[in-house]
């Protein structure tokens, strides 16, 4: 069965300092990936999509960045963090080319930038 | 583009009643998927229910039912019977298939009421 791990599960961090957040993907290959961001009481921001080991979208120009070193790896990176920064990250995968699955979510990063 | 809009930031239902909750979606794709997903307190993202941009029929799945209107491009959620658990945070999100990107809406928090 495919899961997924997210990890840290809480995080403190100051500013200026950097930041990586791990997700990976076990049981299936080449998975749609997708980072996530909510404020609290808020909505799911899109920050980065992928479908493919060298195909890495952008959804919001800011001072994160993402990579994918391997199929089922994806890392969320910063190299100063902001105060905005805060939040609730989740990483997210779904079957590719499938037309009538759902995504599956991590159990998110709590990050708070003091 | 696409494009997610969930108008009811709260809403406070009895128990035992039906509730809705509005989405409405846009996008230049053909071929897409609409999701419900449920977020409670703990954070974590519980998959509820899906429909497909050609499906003729309305989704189903227990006490949750989706009532697809392709023309005016809204999916909005029943919750029948609510239950006390049904209390949380509710997302809608749509999932072209061109580009798999899956992007959602702002959220309804839904208080069921004993």
């Known amino acids: 069965s495919q899961t997924i791990h997210q990890w840290p599960a809480t995080l403190v961090q100051p500013v200026g300092s950097p930041l990586s957040l791990e997700c990976t993907v076990e049981g299936t290959s080449n998975p749609n990936l997708y980072w996530y961001r909510q404020a609290a009481g808020r909505g799911l921001q899109l920050l980065f999509y992928?479908?493919?080991?060298?195909?890495i979208s952008s959804e919001v120009p800011q001072n994160l960045s993402a990579s994918r070193p391997q199929d089922r790896q994806f890392i969320l990176s910063s190299k100063k963090l902001l105060l905005s920064d805060s939040g609730f990250y989740l990483c997210?995968?779904?079957?590719?080319?499938?037309?009538?699955?759902?995504?599956?979510f991590g159990q998110g990063t709590r990050l708070t930038v003091v | 583009a696409q494009k997610i809009t969930q108008t009811q930031p709260g809403m406070f239902v009895q128990e035992k009643e039906a509730v809705t909750l509005d989405c409405t979606y846009d996008?230049?794709?053909?071929?897409?998927?609409l999701f419900w997903y449920k977020q409670p307190s703990s954070g974590e993202m519980i998959f509820l229910i899906y429909?497909?941009?050609?499906?003729?029929q309305n989704a189903t799945e227990g006490r949750y039912s989706l009532n697809f209107q392709k023309a005016r491009k809204s999916a909005n959620l029943v919750i029948s019977a609510s239950q006390l658990g049904d209390s949380a945070m509710y997302f809608c999100?749509?999932?072209?298939?061109?580009?798999?990107?899956?992007?959602f809406g702002a959220g309804t928090t839904v208080t069921v009421r004993a």
């Open positions: 992928s479908i493919g080991i060298d195909q």
């Open positions: 429909q497909g941009s050609y499906d003729q």
């Open positions: 997210a995968w779904s079957v590719p080319r499938a037309r009538n699955t759902e995504a599956f």
């Open positions: 996008t230049s794709d053909p071929s897409y998927g």
């Open positions: 999100a749509i999932w072209t298939y061109n580009d798999y990107k899956l992007s």
